[in-house]
């Protein structure tokens, strides 16, 4: 494959982005990096990228993700797919980024994302 698959952190479905923050911000005492509105935060786990998002984030509702950096989505996805990988979400723009999702061989997912200045960069953003 020509994209270098980066494992970023791991991305977590809640309801109530406040209620999760409370938890892990407040009660973990994991530091803020990030927020978007009520849609999605990022926190620092000692370390690790933990990612709180909300329903309209989830790349497949209800379910955790590993998030995983790739120089361009579109390529990722193309070579993927004819790898055999299950594409759970095609290539979308979202609100930072361009981003995909696949399943593993064991049914986990994969959130794949490349941010969108580098996106431009790259000429990822015609997806």
């Known amino acids: 494959m020509t994209n270098e698959f980066t494992l970023r952190g791991v991305m977590l479905p809640v309801e109530n982005l406040d209620t999760a923050l409370h938890f892990y911000r407040d009660t973990l005492g994991w530091t803020l990096r990030f927020r978007d509105g009520d849609r999605y935060a990022s926190l ?34 193309v070579a993927l797919s004819d790898a055999g990988v299950d594409i759970m979400l095609d290539p979308v723009n979202g609100p930072h980024e361009v981003r995909a999702a696949i399943q593993d061989t064991a049914g986990n997912i994969i959130s794949l994302y490349t941010p969108l200045e580098a996106a431009a960069v790259s000429g990822g953003l015609d997806v």
């Open 44 to 77: 620092d786990a000692g370390g690790t990228t933990i990612a709180l998002a909300a329903p309209v984030e989830q790349p497949v509702k209800g379910q955790p993700a590993l998030l995983v950096k790739v120089r361009d989505v579109s390529r990722a996805v």
